[in-house]
C-alpha cells in the first residue's frame, strides 16, 4: 500500500509537471519579412517596450499581442515580461502619446494573431508552442526556441 | 451662440473623423478628460468643475508617416473653446531618427512632452508652475509650430534627443509674426532602466512691439535664454518609487539689463499596489518685479496627495494644496479629480 501510495504521487508530480510546463511553452513567431531568426531576451524586450521600429531590412517592427484578458494573453505578458496587461498597456499609452510609437495591434485569440502575422511585414508576436504552423518565421531567444 | 457654433464644429470634427476612420484602418481615436471637485480655504467655497476634454487621434498613413492630433476643449465661462494643441506629421526613418513637422509641445524638459493634456496619465492633479499653459500665464512656450528631429535609444546609454526649430514666442497657428525662429535643443540619457537625466535649452528673440504676459506690448527687443535639467526615477515595474525634478533658468536680456527668472519642482511618490501617496513642491522666482514680459509674481507651492489607480485608463487623485502668490497669503485647497481615458 505505501509503494502504491509512493508510486501515484510520482505520477500525479509528473502530470502536474507536465501540464505546467505545457501552458508555459510559448514561441515568438514573426513574419518572414521582418525579424531574425534569432534574438536576444533583451531585444525582445525592447521591442515589445517599443524601443526598436525598424528591422534591419527597414520594414517597420509591428508588435501584436493577445490581448491580456484572455487566459494565453495574460499568461504571456506574465511570464516573458513580469508585466501585468494594465501595466503593458499603461507604457503604451505614454508612447502612443507622445507620438514615439504605434500602438500594438491586440487580438482576441492566438488564430488571429497567427493570421495577422503571416499577412503582415515586419510583424512579432507571441503565443502558445502548439498553435503554431507554416507561414511565420519562429525566432529562437537567447538560442531557445522556446521560451 | 458660441456655444452653438462651437458643438457645430466639433460635430463636424467628429464626423469628418470617423469618416476618415472607417476609411483608414490605422487610424485610433483616443479622449481624455476630467473632472474635479475641491473646497478652497481662502474663498470658502466648494466647487465642482470640468477639465479639459482631449481629443487624441493618430493614424498610420503609410509605414513611414504618421499623424497625431490633440485637440482640446476648454471651458470658459458659459462658453467652451476648441484649442488645437498638437497637429503632427512625422516621418520616421528609425527609432534614432525621426522628422517631425507641425504644432508641438516644445520640447523644454521632461514633464512638458510626457504629460501633454491627458489628465490620467500625469501623476498630479495639476501640472508644475514652471509648466503651466501659457494661456494660464505659463513662463515657458509651451507649443511651438516648427520642424523637429528625434529620437531615443542611441546606444546602451539609451541617449535621447529632440531639437526643435520654430516659431517664436507670440506666433499664432497662422500667423507666424517676424523672421526670429526659436530654437529648442533636448538631449538626456537613460543609463539605467528608469533613470533618466537630461539638460534641455530654448533660445529665441522676442521683438519690440510683441504682445507680452502683462497683457501689453514689449518695450524693447527682447533675447531670451533658458536653461534647464531633469534628474526622475520612474520604474513602476521593479521599483516603488518614483521621483521627478526639474530646474529652469530663465534669462531675459534687454538692451538696458537682464533679468533672470528660476522656477524648479520636486515630485515624489511611493507605490503600494494601485495606490501611489506622493508629494510635490513648486517654486518660480522672477528676477525682477518690473520685468518687461512676465508678469512677475513669484509662486511657492507645497501638495500632498494620493492617487488611486484604477486601471490604466481610470485614476482617483486627491490633494491638499496650499499655494502661494506673491505676498498674498498662503491659501489651502482639496482638490479630488477623477480621471479618465476612452
Known amino acids: ?91 503604451w499609452l505614454t508612447l502612443v502619446f507622445q507620438g514615439k510609437a504605434p500602438a500594438p495591434k491586440y487580438f482576441d485569440t492566438e488564430n488571429d494573431l497567427k493570421n495577422f502575422i503571416k499577412s503582415t511585414p515586419g510583424a512579432i508576436g507571441i503565443m502558445n508552442s502548439t498553435a503554431v504552423d507554416e507561414g511565420t518565421t519562429q525566432i529562437a531567444i537567447d538560442g531557445k526556441k522556446v521560451i | 451662440m458660441k456655444v452653438i457654433y462651437t458643438f457645430f464644429l466639433y460635430g463636424l470634427l467628429l464626423l469628418i473623423v470617423t469618416a476618415s476612420a472607417i476609411a483608414q484602418p490605422d487610424t485610433q481615436i483616443r479622449g481624455f478628460t476630467d473632472v474635479q471637485m475641491g473646497y478652497s480655504a481662502k474663498d ?63 520640447p523644454i524638459g521632461y514633464w512638458n512632452t510626457a504629460y501633454h493634456h ?63 525662429k526659436s530654437f529648442t535643443l533636448e538631449a538626456h540619457i537613460e543609463p539605467l532602466e528608469g533613470l533618466r537625466v537630461g539638460a534641455s535649452s530654448y533660445l529665441t528673440k522676442v521683438a519690440k512691439g510683441s504682445a507680452t504676459l502683462r497683457n501689453d506690448t514689449l518695450a524693447q527687443d527682447m533675447n531670451q535664454l533658458m536653461i534647464g535639467g ?49 508629494v510635490r513642491y513648486d517654486q518660480l522666482r522672477y528676477g525682477a518685479k518690473d520685468d518687461l514680459f512676465y508678469n512677475a509674481v513669484d509662486m511657492t507651492g507645497l501638495l500632498v496627495g494620493v492617487r488611486y489607480e484604477i486601471s490604466y485608463l481610470s485614476v482617483l487623485k486627491l490633494e491638499f494644496q496650499n499655494e502661494k502668490f506673491g505676498d498674498t497669503d498662503a491659501a489651502n485647497k482639496v482638490m479630488f479629480q477623477f480621471a479618465v481615458g476612452f
Open chain 2, 44 to 106: 470658502k467655497k466648494f466647487q465642482t468643475v470640468l477639465g479639459q476634454f482631449t481629443t487624441f487621434i493618430t493614424s498610420e498613413i503609410t509605414d513611414r508617416i504618421s499623424f497625431l492630433s490633440e485637440v482640446v476643449f476648454e471651458y470658459s465661462g458659459h462658453d467652451a473653446g476648441i484649442d488645437i494643441e498638437r497637429v503632427l506629421i512625422k516621418y520616421n526613418f528609425d527609432t534614432q531618427f525621426n522628422l517631425v513637422l507641425g504644432k508641438h509641445h516644445t
Open chain 1, 1 to 91: 500500500m505505501t509503494l502504491l501510495r509512493f508510486i501515484l504521487t510520482i505520477l500525479c508530480c509528473l502530470v502536474m509537471l507536465n501540464a505546467s510546463s505545457q501552458a508555459q511553452s510559448l514561441i515568438v513567431i514573426a513574419n518572414a519579412q521582418g525579424a531574425a531568426t534569432s534574438m536576444s531576451s533583451t531585444e525582445l524586450r525592447a521591442i515589445f517596450k517599443g524601443q526598436k521600429q525598424r528591422w534591419e531590412n527597414g520594414n517597420r517592427v509591428v508588435v501584436a499581442i493577445v490581448k491580456g484578458n484572455t487566459a494565453i494573453g495574460g499568461q504571456i505578458l506574465t511570464k516573458v515580461f513580469g508585466v501585468s496587461f494594465d501595466d503593458f498597456q499603461k507604457i
Open chain 2, 230 to 278: 531633469t534628474l526622475l526615477y520612474l520604474n513602476r515595474l521593479n521599483s516603488p518609487f518614483e521621483f521627478i525634478s526639474e530646474f529652469l533658468s530663465i534669462s531675459n536680456k534687454y538692451d538696458t539689463r537682464t533679468v533672470n527668472t528660476t522656477s524648479l519642482y520636486l515630485y515624489a511618490g511611493y507605490r503600494i499596489g494601485n495606490i501611489i501617496p506622493y
Open chain 2, 118 to 180: 491627458g489628465a490620467v496619465i500625469q501623476p498630479t492633479i495639476c501640472r508644475p508652475r514652471m509648466f503651466s499653459f501659457e494661456d494660464n500665464g505659463g513662463v515657458l512656450p509651451i507649443h511651438t509650430i516648427g520642424l523637429m528631429a528625434t529620437g531615443e535609444s542611441i546606444t546602451p546609454l539609451n541617449i535621447g534627443y529632440s531639437f526643435l526649430v520654430g516659431s517664436g514666442v507670440g506666433s499664432t497657428a497662422p500667423f507666424d509674426h517676424d523672421d526670429d
